[in-house]
């Protein structure tokens, strides 16, 4: 069952246990204050803030949309029936429908379970917003969707040069 598409379920499971791991670690480790509690591994560079948002990505919608954690199961329900019953997928689309899976997860469990995300990585040389695990590996799954697309359209047009 788990032999078709097995770069899709390493991937999703691989970033869902990094994910949970790395949320329970900060929940244990930081105390949920106001301000935020910060550990600076590089000075006003890369630090550890445990923060929790209610919303969706860079807080949006902050007020606490329910329909966020439906959203995440939806999505997560799609891509176990794409991997069980879809074709077999590139190697690229596998790792990036993975990836999405594993953040979609990941994020839908603290929704569901605590009604907001646990976020984390806080990167204050760019002032970006903090962000967890997640976050990531659904961006890591957009880069490899995109990555998957332009060496499927380079493909396509190296057979149609050669015809």
Known sequence: ?????RFFWF???????????SKFWVVY????????????????VFHFTYVVNT?????????????????SLGVSVALLLLAWFGPTLSKWEQLGYGF????????????????QVVDFLDF?????PVFNLADTFINVGIV????????????????????
């Open 29 to 44: 480790t930081f105390p949920l204050t106001e301000p935020p509690q910060t550990l600076a591994l590089i000075p006003d």
């Open 124 to 128: 204050r040389l760019i002032r970006f």
């Open 100 to 115: 999405i899976l594993s953040g979609a997860l990941g994020n839908g469990i603290d929704r569901f379970i605590l009604g």
């Open 1 to 5: 069952m788990f032999s078709k598409n």
């Open 55 to 71: 919303g969706a990505a860079f807080s949006f919608f902050a007020q606490g949309v329910g329909w966020l954690r439906w959203l």
């Open 11 to 21: 991937a999703a499971l691989a970033g869902l246990v990094l994910d949970r791991l």
């Open 144 to 163: 490899c969707l995109l990555i998957s697309s332009f060496a499927q359209s380079s493909n396509s047009t190296n057979r149609n040069k050669s015809s």
